[in-house]
């Protein structure tokens, strides 16, 4: 079982930018997709962003789009969240996780999922 660990979560002001950071560790995560999730206050938790093994393929949720970027480093067993233009709908508890199904956008295709970290977003 692979562990994730996120960070770089914090308060900032709407505009700003924040990196977070998703660290692998245990069994590796060669091969799988991984992805961004995100749970408002008080809402479900909803898709932001995952990518491919190789980093060819990537997919946004709409709301993100032109906002943030994923990226990875398999050599450091990492994944990137560049999250720019901040909003403060963007305020929620965001999560990483190894895709181990075939839809890159569905929560229920992804597991190993991390403790997730704080990002607030102030007007």
């Known amino acids: 079982q692979v562990q994730l660990v996120e960070s770089g979560g914090g308060l900032v002001q709407a505009g700003g930018s924040l990196r977070l950071s998703c660290a692998a560790s245990?069994?590796?995560?060669?091969?799988?997709?991984m992805g961004w999730f995100r749970r408002p206050p008080g809402k479900e938790r909803e898709f932001v962003a995952a990518?491919?093994?190789?980093?060819?393929?990537?997919k946004y949720a709409d709301s993100v789009k032109g906002r943030f970027t994923i990226s990875r480093d398999n050599a450091k067993s990492t994944m990137y969240l560049q999250m720019n233009s901040l909003k403060p709908e963007d305020t929620a508890v965001y999560y990483c996780?190894?895709?181990?199904?075939?839809?890159?956008?569905?929560?229920?295709?992804?597991?190993?999922w991390g403790q997730g970290t704080q990002v607030t977003v102030s007007s």
């Open positions: 996780a190894v895709q181990y199904g075939s839809n890159y956008t569905r929560e229920k295709d992804f597991g190993s």
């Open positions: 990518i491919s093994w190789s980093g060819s393929i990537t």
């Open positions: 245990g069994r590796t995560f060669s091969g799988y997709a």
